[in-house]
């Protein structure tokens, strides 16, 4: 996520600016600059992918860089970049967490949880 808001992430404009691809042009649909926003909002290699994000955080929203300043939109957009399997190659496994274990809190009462002990 803090690649995507500094831009700092392997997009083609990103990489282009160090000589690292020949080109800034988006690989993807090779329709315009690849930058975080056209990877978010315009990219048509990812209209699915967009249209399933979309619907997790509500039809009227729109899609677009704001969604990374936003706490509530982390785990919707973490699914939307593991689906693009855009970053796959540079990152790994970007899943988000099952909601379950993101959300639960250690309980600093119950010396129980992950063995740890809070003497």
Same mark, same amino acid.
């Given at each position: 996520?803090?690649?995507l808001?500094t831009?700092?992430?392997p997009? @083609? @404009?990103?990489?282009?600016?160090? =000589?690292?691809? %020949?080109?800034p042009?988006?690989?993807q649909c090779l329709?315009?600059? %690849?930058?975080? @926003?056209?990877y978010?909002? =315009? ?12 619907f997790?955080i ?7 860089t ?6 509530? =939109?982390?785990?919707h *957009?973490?699914?939307y970049v ?6 796959a190659?540079s990152?790994g496994?970007l899943? #988000?967490? #099952?909601q379950a274990q993101q959300?639960?809190? *250690?309980? #600093?009462?119950d %010396?129980t949880?992950?063995?740890?002990t809070w003497g």
């Open positions: 996520i803090t690649q808001r831009e700092h992430i997009l @083609a @404009a990103y990489l282009h600016r160090f =000589n690292l691809a %020949e080109s042009t988006c690989q329709e315009g600059t %690849e930058t975080v @926003a056209h978010l909002k =315009n990219c048509k290699a990812y209209k699915k992918q967009r249209r399933a994000l979309k997790a509500g039809q009227a929203t729109d899609v677009g704001h969604l990374l300043g936003t706490r509530k =939109n982390m785990r *957009i973490l699914k593991h689906d693009t399997k855009r970053f190659e990152h496994d899943r #988000p967490e #099952p959300s639960r809190a *250690i309980d #600093p009462d %010396e949880q992950a063995g740890i």
